[in-house]
């Protein structure tokens, strides 16, 4: 989402509403929206590594905005069920069958999926909705957004806050960018590689 809004605006957004924009940013991002919340919360870490806020609040901020953000989220996804996710499906173009094999493939991992799924590109976005969508029980969803949020607003505040000293800010979005970006691939090579096996096993039966 950061192509659309260029790192000058966001650092901007960042210096003039401080610890409200980490904190609304991601937690948007978090529920649905592609905002750039996790840009605003590398930027908050480097503004606390220049003096300009406090690692510990906008550490604070980042960890509440993404459980508060991945909560709306699942009651978004649980509310609208997967009627929700066909009308999402016909928007992008993804047929029906395959959307029921996405929901079969997030119930099966859902949990990993829910604390691993901030470092991953889209699935950050789509995680709490998902997770609603395929019917995660609440009480196991909720330990795992909260152990995740807490894990990756740490991994990413102290990333800008120590890092950004020694690296410009735009090779520190655009590394950890790259990163999300590898691990969705990463990932949709995780779950095409089998679906692709189990294709070619009929052949390899009658062969």
Do not use: H
């Amino acid at each position: 989402m950061s192509e659309f809004i260029s790192l000058e605006t966001v650092e901007e957004i960042a210096r003039q509403y401080g610890y409200w924009a980490v904190f609304f940013g991601i937690s948007l991002e978090n529920a649905g929206i592609p905002l750039p919340g996790e840009t605003l919360t590398l930027v908050g870490g480097f503004l606390a590594g220049e003096g300009e806020l406090d690692y510990w609040l906008v550490l604070l901020c980042a960890t509440g905005g993404a459980i508060l953000g991945d909560n709306f989220g699942y009651w978004i996804g649980k509310w609208g069920g997967f009627p929700l996710l066909l009308r999402v499906g016909k928007l992008l173009r993804i047929s029906e069958e395959q959307l029921r094999r996405l929901r079969e493939q997030f119930g099966n991992n859902a949990a990993k999926a829910v604390f691993f799924g901030r470092f991953v590109a889209l699935l950050r976005i789509f995680a709490g909705p998902l997770a609603g969508i395929s019917e995660m029980p609440y009480g196991k969803f909720f330990i795992c957004n909260a152990a995740g949020a807490g894990v990756w607003a740490s991994v990413m505040v102290s990333l800008s806050f120590f890092v950004g000293r020694l690296v410009p800010l735009e090779k520190l979005v655009s590394g950890v960018a790259s990163f999300s970006i590898g691990a969705l691939l990463l990932l949709i090579l995780a779950i095409a590689i089998p679906r692709l096996l189990e294709l070619r096993n009929p052949l390899n039966v009658e062969d």
